[in-house]
């Protein structure tokens, strides 16, 4: 799991101005994460008075339009001034009276620093003492009625070098009102070595998988809600998110598309995912597509887990399980070049964004955010759906030469790299603990 050699931040920028100024922002933030940058990763703006907007009279008329890509650059000398430029804008915010939170899990970022030097708010996590773990949640919150949700951190590896997939979410500020609570769990866990037992309310979950959000995306009638890991990270009634992706797998009716940096699921009892994706492919007839990143950090024991994966559908009929590997041809020279970095899954009736590979650890110890949002109708194909859009890219980087099924690229070097990992390095004692799902 490669995750930027600065870290990630989570962040909340206040806003106390107007709505124009709070789209100027977002839309600012929007052309930045499409080109570019940065050194953090969560970042959540609006105000501490809570401006009146209350669960019950929050909006639900909710707006998405496209999904964020990055767009990928060839060098850092390209792509470095893009990131100066959000970080110059950011560092502008407080001229225009913008306040600007960021809750981070770095310790010695110049830009943080800088940030906080023009009024930034810098709240420091420390996920070694709290979890053993990092804070991979990356999202930011835009006067408690925008979001961003998505893979790309603000690293300017993130958004310049690497393939990333986010989503805006605009005139949502019920979403925005329970993601905000999300930020404020992390802005209560500055500077503390445990994780207090007892919350506050205004941390706990306002919706989840048994009661989420309904709203209108895009006129759409739909279903939304966040989770949250580690577990100790899910005050009351927050959805964890391996349980969002055990609905979302187990509510496919025809196809699960997942596309993931890492696969690996190693994991204590807790993580179902592969068995319950056997159990679709095979019970259910649901089409499974799984897009693996093969890069430089690749554990040999993915192709292995691939090949039993493979091995289900052997003489069944109406079994469909097919994996590729994501492997960029530029990786040779800088391995985080054109490195598949999503984290998402999309069925024929809903989405889940999240933020962590599928690799057991991961959702243990690291500070994660998933959206899981359900449409009502997924039967009408409008193209223009959260859910249509994200298939649709789903399906360009199934088709495109970089995704090579699993046989070539084990030819390539998967085998060489098999011999390479001896035994005795895979036997931890960790491992031990594990149950494996296969
Ligand atoms: C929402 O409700 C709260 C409390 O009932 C009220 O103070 C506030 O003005 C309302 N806000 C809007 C935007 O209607
Ligand atoms: C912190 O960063 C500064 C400048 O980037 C560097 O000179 C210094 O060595 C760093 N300190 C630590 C403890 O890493
Ligand atoms: C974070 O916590 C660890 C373990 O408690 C401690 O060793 C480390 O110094 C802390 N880091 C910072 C920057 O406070
Ligand atoms: C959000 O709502 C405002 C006010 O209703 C509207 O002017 C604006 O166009 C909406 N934004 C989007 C992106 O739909
Ligand atoms: C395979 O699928 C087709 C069409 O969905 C169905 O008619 C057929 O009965 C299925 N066969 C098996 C063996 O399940």
Redesign the pocket.
Known sequence: MERSGLGTISGHIQLLTT?QKC?ATLALFCCSAVLMVLIFSSVDIWGDSEDGITEENCSRDC?Q?GILYSRLSRTERLSLPQGQLLFQRLLRLKSRGVKLKIASSLTNSSELKALAAHNAQVRFINMTALTKGGLHSSFWIVDRTHIYIGSAEMDWRSLSKRKELGVVV??CSCLALDLHRVFSFYWQLHDRDYIPSIWSKRVTALYGKHEALELQLNTTPATAYLSTSPEHFCPKDRTRDLDAIHQVIQSAKTFIFISVTDYLPLVKRSFRGTSLIREAVVLRGVKVRLLISFWKKTHPLTFNFVTSLKTLCMQLHNCSLEVRFFSHKEQKEDFQLGLNHNKYMVTDNAVYLGTHDWVGSDFAKNAGVGLVVRMKDSTKDTGSTILEHIKASFERDWRSRYAKNLQKSKDQQGKYRLLQWSKSQWETKEEKEWNNPL
Do not use: H, S
């Open positions: 709505q789209i707006r339009i605009y005139n």
